[in-house]
């Protein structure tokens, strides 16, 4: 069953056929082929559980939030302040660039939101002072990939709603990773720098009178994290909820910016529709698929097979890992991890790893399936906004910051507990 | 034989339906994000008073579960229309344009069955509902008739929007018109995103001042 599976999967997938129907054709499949009952009788019922499944709804909602704090002006204001903050180090705007992204991070579950938001701020700077234009580039499509790591995170509820984790949970676990993801990009930076001073740009002018001036910029991301993030872990609110308090502070964010009219809540709708729709459609076919994967006993299956490499622990997860970094190199990340998660997630808790654990790692790798080239969606996006050259300065702009992924990868491995510390005090 | 110029003006019939269809999509679009909007509104206000005030609405989830159903189902046309429905393209972007465009017509016909059968589906689950007359199990005892007609009414909207293309592209890949199939049915390409992800972030935001309705 798990041959011929993989084979179909994979000429679906060569077939370039809609994620959705690819998902959908596998579950029929498995359905008339390997079971006597009928399962398909059940389609239309867990169609609609799902459909108006009270957690799904936080998806669209976080990303409506995300697109209104992208039109809500807010960006051009945090990134002067992040510069008056961090540009004094070797590496000056960039370190900015980062620090931005990850502090929108916390207002955004999505990483080309991010990139896309500080991209257009921060680009046309690099011809203005003179830096190294690549390892702009790349700083910018690296500072993007923390949109999913920081909560709230779509790619979390994502993965939580695949199998079963708690999303609360997820949020807390990725808030460590995503700091020292953040500081790892800076290092990076640094040590360029100082490596090269030539790539550095012309120093900007900083004094402590301007920090605390521009302080008060930074206030809004921060009040709207404390406001999603911490309903959720003061218990008032469950993510859903979470996402509509969101929701209702972004419009409230960008009506005090005089930016809140009836274009921008009607653009932001049509981007929210246009994605969320596409991510749902997914999901519940997804969930369909997975009532079907249990119910042949394919995930068994999985399950035994690994188990029978005899591996250690640890040699198998190196395999899973090297498996996902190839699939993100050609996949999109949201196709790679509907269609891998709930088979293999059964089978790394069995091998004794904890499922909010490897939710964080699966984050982490589809950061690095974004940026890794052929297909690597924030450079494209970068590349987008740039206009220019050629998209492979981007790519040859992000390899430095590959490295902080991979000791990112690493550390996780070596020292679990940068992501389940949090979660463990809270909940545990 | 078929003639090729008879294909292309049956197309160009087919394509005054899809602006049509556009049309209603994105209406439906506008209106299943206000939908959002306001079940985020309510759920905002249920939670502050639930903390402050210690009464909560009834329900207010509930409604919001609707919500999505409704808004989703209503917006998966409009995703298609955008060509939003992701596919993994690594291997199709290096097909010669005519194999391509064979795959492209071979997703929309295998997008309508599968919709088709979810159609189906659906559709026993609303009769079902209807003969039972079932309620929801909530304090709102909403008749489940009623989410459910939206969310199949959407859904049947998708499907035929799923026909209507599959049906041109059929009619543009007998003509041999390659390049006004992928058009409308193809993958995007790199070039495509870039530009959908720019229009995306607005550039250089421009000031724009607080409209008030007066409507």
């Given amino acids: ?428 | 034989m078929v003639d090729a110029a008879a294909l292309r003006s049956f197309d160009r019939r087919l394509e005054g339906v899809q602006v049509v269809a556009e049309g209603v999509a994105r209406v439906a679009a506008y209106i299943g994000g206000a939908f959002l909007v306001v079940s985020a509104l309510i759920v905002t206000f249920d939670v502050v008073t639930r903390k402050l005030f210690l009464f909560s609405i009834a329900g207010a989830d509930e409604l919001s579960g609707y919500a999505l159903a409704a808004s989703m189902s209503w917006g998966y046309a409009y995703a298609l229309f955008c060509r939003a429905h992701i596919r993994v393209d690594a291997l199709y972007v290096r097909l010669p344009i005519r194999i391509a465009s064979v795959l492209d017509v071979l997703s929309l016909l295998l997008f309508a069955g599968v919709i088709g059968l979810a159609n189906w589906h659906a559709w026993f689950v609303l009769s079902e509902s209807i003969r039972m007359d079932a309620v929801s199990g909530t304090p709102l005892t909403t008749p489940m008739w009623i989410p459910q007609s939206v969310w199949l009414a959407g859904m049947l909207f998708f499907l035929l929007c799923i026909l209507l293309v599959m049906l041109r592209s059929i009619a543009l890949l007998v003509a041999g018109d390659l390049d006004n199939l992928r058009r409308i049915a193809g993958a995007p390409s790199v070039q495509d995103e870039i530009e959908s992800e720019i229009q995306h972030a607005p550039a250089s935001p421009s000031p724009v001042v607080a409209e008030r309705s007066n409507h």
Wanted: proline share 6%.
């Fill in chain 1, 1 to 428: 069953m798990l041959a011929a599976t993989t084979v179909v999967l994979l000429i679906l997938i060569a077939l370039a056929l809609p994620i959705a129907v690819v998902l959908g054709i596998l579950a029929l499949f498995l359905d008339v082929v390997y079971t006597p009952m009928p399962l398909q009788n059940a389609m239309g019922e867990v169609l609609w559980t799902h459909s108006n499944n009270v957690i799904l709804v936080a998806i669209p909602l976080f990303i409506l939030m995300g697109e209104l704090m992208l039109r809500s002006g807010i960006a051009d204001k945090m990134y002067g302040a992040m510069v008056q903050w961090l540009a004094w180090l070797p590496g000056g705007l960039m370190h900015a660039n980062i620090g931005t992204c990850a502090l929108f991070a916390a207002t955004s579950g999505s990483s080309t939101a991010t990139a896309a938001t500080i991209g257009v701020t921060a680009l046309p700077q690099v011809y203005k002072r003179g830096y190294n234009e690549r390892l702009f580039l790349g700083s910018l499509a690296a500072g993007g990939t923390l949109g999913i790591l920081i909560p709230p995170s779509i790619n979390m509820i994502f993965y939580g709603f695949l199998t079963d984790t708690s999303v609360p949970q997820l949020f807390l676990a990725g808030v460590i990773p995503g700091l020292m993801l953040s500081a790892l990009y800076m290092l990076v930076i640094f040590t360029c720098c100082v490596l090269r001073r030539d790539w550095d740009g012309d120093p900007e002018h900083t004094s402590w009178e301007l920090r605390f001036r521009t302080l008060i910029d930074l206030l809004p991301p921060i009040l709207i994290f404390i406001v999603v993030v911490g309903s959720i872990y003061a218990g008032w609110a469950t993510p859903t909820e979470a996402a509509a308090l969101g929701v209702f502070s972004a419009m409230a964010l960008a009506a005090a910016n005089r930016r809140l009219s009836w274009p921008t809540m009607g653009d932001s709708i049509l981007g929210t529709i246009r994605t969320s729709a596409m991510i749902i459609l997914i999901t519940v076919i997804a969930l369909y698929l997975n009532f079907v994967l249990a119910a042949v006993g394919l995930v068994q299956e999985v399950n035994q097979f690994i188990l029978g490499l005899g591996w250690t622990p640890l040699q198998t997860m190196l395999f899973i890992i090297g498996i996902y970094i190839v699939m993100g190199m050609v996949m999109d990340t949201l196709a790679m991890v509907v269609l891998t998660v709930p088979v293999i997630t059964p089978v790394v808790v069995s091998l004794g790893y904890d499922p909010v654990w490897f939710g964080i790692l699966i984050v982490i790798l589809s950061e690095t399936a974004v940026l890794t080239p052929p297909v690597g969606m924030l450079c494209y996006v970068i590349q987008g906004i740039r206009n220019r050259g050629s998209l492979n300065d981007v790519f040859i702009g992000i390899a430095p910051f590959m490295l902080a992924l991979a000791a990112m990868i690493g550390l996780m491995l070596a020292f679990p507990q940068i992501a389940l510390w949090l979660p463990t005090y809270f909940y545990r």
